[in-house]
C-alpha cells in the first residue's frame, strides 16, 4: 500500500522535481557531466529523461530526452525545451524502432535500470549498444552494507529492482565495457548513488 502511494505521489511531475530536491539537499551535476564530457558537436540520447533536470550539463550539444510519462515531457519541453533540445514520450525498450544504429554518439541513462527486471535491462543495453558509438553514462541507487538510511530508501523507491553494484556491473558487461567507475553520496548524505562510464560492444550477436 505505501508502494502504491509513493508510485503515484512521484507520478507527479511538480512532486517529482522538487521532493527529490528536498531529500538531496541539490542535485550533484558535476559527477555525471565529467564522466559524458558533453562537447558542442555531440549528438546526446537520454534515456527515460524524466522532467529533463540533466539538459543543465549538455550545454550547445544536441540533445534528446525520452520518457514514457507524458506529464513528465510535458514539463520537460516547457522547462528546457529548445531547438537543439528536443523531448519526446517514447518506450524505452522499442527506441530502436525510431532510432537505428548510430543515431547518437553519447548517451545518458540516469536512474532507471533499477526499474527494469533484468531481462528488460538487458535488452535496453544491447539496443542502447546499437544506437549510440561512443559512449553511454549510467547513474542508479544501490544496496550497500552498511548504509542502513540509504538501503531503506533503496526499499521504498519506486523501482522494484535496485541490486548491490557488483550486480548491476554484471549486467552493463553484457553490452558495455565499463571505462571508469565511481561512487558518490547525495548532499544530504542520506542516500548514495554509483556511475558508470562506458564504452560500447560492438559486433555482438
Known amino acids: ?11 507527479i511531475p511538480f512532486i517529482y522535481h522538487y521532493a ?15 564522466y559524458l564530457d558533453p562537447q558542442s558537436d555531440d549528438s546526446i540520447l537520454d534515456i527515460a529523461c524524466g522532467v529533463g533536470t540533466y539538459t543543465k550539463i549538455v550545454g ?13 515531457i510535458e514539463t520537460a519541453n516547457k522547462e528546457w525545451g529548445s531547438n537543439s533540445r ?23 541513462m540516469l536512474g532507471l535500470i533499477h526499474h527494469l527486471p533484468e531481462e528488460d535491462a538487458l535488452k535496453l543495453l544491447k539496443k542502447s549498444s546499437e544506437i549510440l558509438t ?16 540509504n538501503n531503506l530508501v533503496c526499499h ?12 548491476e ?24 548513488y554509483v556511475v558508470f562510464q562506458l564504452k560500447p560492444k560492438k559486433n555482438l550477436s
Do not use: C
Request: charged share 30%; no cysteine; net charge positive.
Open 86 to 108: 528536443k523531448f519526446e514520450v517514447q518506450d524505452v525498450l522499442t527506441i530502436d524502432q525510431k532510432y537505428p544504429k548510430g543515431s547518437f554518439n553519447k548517451g545518458m
Open 169 to 192: 556491473r554484471m549486467i552493463l558487461k553484457q553490452y558495455f565495457d565499463i571505462e571508469k567507475e565511481r561512487r558518490y553520496y547525495v548532499n544530504s548524505l542520506l542516500a548514495h
Open 134 to 149: 561512443e559512449r553511454l553514462v549510467v547513474m542508479d541507487n544501490y544496496y550497500s552494507k552498511w548504509h542502513l538510511i
Open 20 to 34: 527529490r530536491w528536498m531529500f538531496t539537499l541539490g542535485i550533484r551535476y558535476e559527477p555525471i557531466k565529467s
Open 156 to 167: 521504498l523507491d519506486r523501482g522494484k529492482y535496485v541490486r548491490t553494484v557488483e550486480h
Open 1 to 11: 500500500m505505501l508502494r502504491n502511494f509513493i508510485d503515484k505521489f512521484f507520478a
Open 60 to 72: 550547445e550539444a544536441k540533445y534528446l530526452g525520452v520518457d514514457l510519462n507524458e506529464e513528465y
